[in-house]
Each structure stands twice: as C-alpha cells, then as structure tokens.
T-cell receptor
Framework: DQQVKQNSPSLSVQEGRISILNCDYTNSMFDYFLWYKKYPAEGPTFLISISSIKDKNEDGRFTVFLNKSAKHLSLHIVPSQPGDSAVYFCAASGNAGNMLTFGGGTRLMVKP | DTEVTQTPKHLVMGMTNKKSLKCEQHMGHRAMYWYKQKAKKPPELMFVYSYEKLSINESVPSRFSPECPNSSLLNLHLHALQPEDSALYLC?????????????FGNGTRLTVT
C-alpha cells in the first residue's frame, strides 16, 4: 500500500503560468516533506522541504503548501519555465531519521 | 555536475556474475544510502550507512551486500542476481541522518541482469 501518492502521472502547463503538483499521504507519523526534481539520466535533485510545524515554505519560484488535516501537500511553481520540465517526486519522512518514502512522481511538461 | 559520483553508469551482468557498484562523495557527508528504482516507480530505500556503520537494511536479499570502506565511499556488491533485480540503483548522501539534511543523489547505475 503506497503511503505517499501522486495521483497525476503527468501535467502540461504553458510557459509563464502556474504549475501545481499534488501529493497525498496516509501515514500520520510523517512530519517532514520534501520535493525532488528528476531529469532523464540524472538522479533526483532536492528542491524544497517543509516541516509539519509550518503550512507554507517558499524558495524563489517554488512554494510548498502543507494541509495536515487533509494529509495533502502541493508544490507551486510560478512562473513555470521550459527548464522546469522534469519528473517531480514528493517524499516524506517520520521519526526514523532520514528515511524517505517517495511518491510515484508527476511528469511536468512546460510548453514554450 | 552531481557531487555524488556513481560508477559504472551502465552494467549488464549474468545471473552467475559477481560485480560491484561504486559511489563516491567528497562533501564530508556522514550518511550514505542505496536506493533502487524500477521503471515508472519511485525510488525505494535499500540501505543506510551512518558514520560508516550500517544503520538500516530494508529487508534486502543477501545477494546485495553493501560496504562502506570509508566516509567517502559506498559500494554495493552484487552476486547471483535475478532478472527482476534489473533497475536503476541510486546512491545518495546527506550531511547527517536528520530530516533537515536533504539527500544528494548520484546519477545512478542502470543495471541489467540477463
């Protein structure tokens, strides 16, 4: 049973518009969440994280929102750029140190 | 360029072969990880080394044997693998094993078992 789910396998967005990637989790012990970006033939690259004591964290064009009651988080990219086209993984960890559970990924395509 | 270097990039091996995957980082990170990623699936944790000691083994079959010779190197020794072990093997490192230390991933070794 997947504890971290990304229900949209792909998302297509026009350059300059907002990209919203969603992630749901089921394990109540998760209290730290991260987003990673992955280009083909490369390993995942850390983007942004959020602790459960916050509901929002912002870094440049990237903002992560956390709704603990809904066990839902989202990544907003504004404005989207063609270079943002990649697979985005949501990941979560609980009290067991830095063990990450990854979602299935969402492929974002930003069209020029 | 990634700061975690994995070699080889590609590996094809038979079920009776013995091979090793290598991972190196020079960021002074004290935690290192092996993940396995099958096609169209998320990465799955295999092993965690913390300060050169194996701290987590996610019930990985013994045909996979990790080794951490020093704080910069992490190996994964492979023996008698099965075709279903074909996957992308990702190495990662982090400054510590706390959640606030993001993982830095290498580009992976794509393994094919024939």
């Amino acid at each position: 049973d997947q504890q971290v789910k990304q229900n949209s396998p792909s998302l297509s967005v026009q350059e300059g518009r907002i990209s919203i990637l969603n992630c749901d989790y089921t394990n109540s012990m998760f209290d730290y969440f991260l987003w990673y970006k992955k280009y083909p033939a490369e390993g995942p690259t850390f983007l942004i994280s959020i602790s459960s004591i916050k509901d929002k964290n912002e870094d440049g064009r990237f903002t992560v929102f956390l709704n603990k009651s809904a066990k839902h988080l989202s990544l907003h990219i504004v404005p989207s750029q063609p270079g943002d086209s990649a697979v985005y993984f949501c990941a979560a960890s609980g009290n067991a140190g830095n063990m990450l559970t990854f979602g299935g990924g969402t492929r974002l395509m930003v069209k020029p | 360029d990634t700061e975690v270097t994995q070699t080889p990039k590609h590996l094809v091996m038979g079920m009776t072969n013995k091979k090793s995957l290598k991972c190196e980082q020079h960021m002074g990170h004290r935690a290192m990880y092996w993940y396995k990623q099958k096609a169209k699936k998320p990465p799955e944790l295999m092993f965690v080394y913390s300060y050169e000691k194996l701290s987590i083994n996610e019930s990985v079959p013994s045909r996979f044997s990790p080794e951490c010779p020093n704080s910069s190197l992490l190996n994964l020794h492979l023996h008698a693998l099965q075709p279903e072990d074909s996957a992308l093997y990702l190495c990662a490192s982090s400054r510590g094993n706390r959640r606030s230390s993001p993982l830095h991933f290498g580009n992976g070794t794509r393994l094919t078992v024939t």
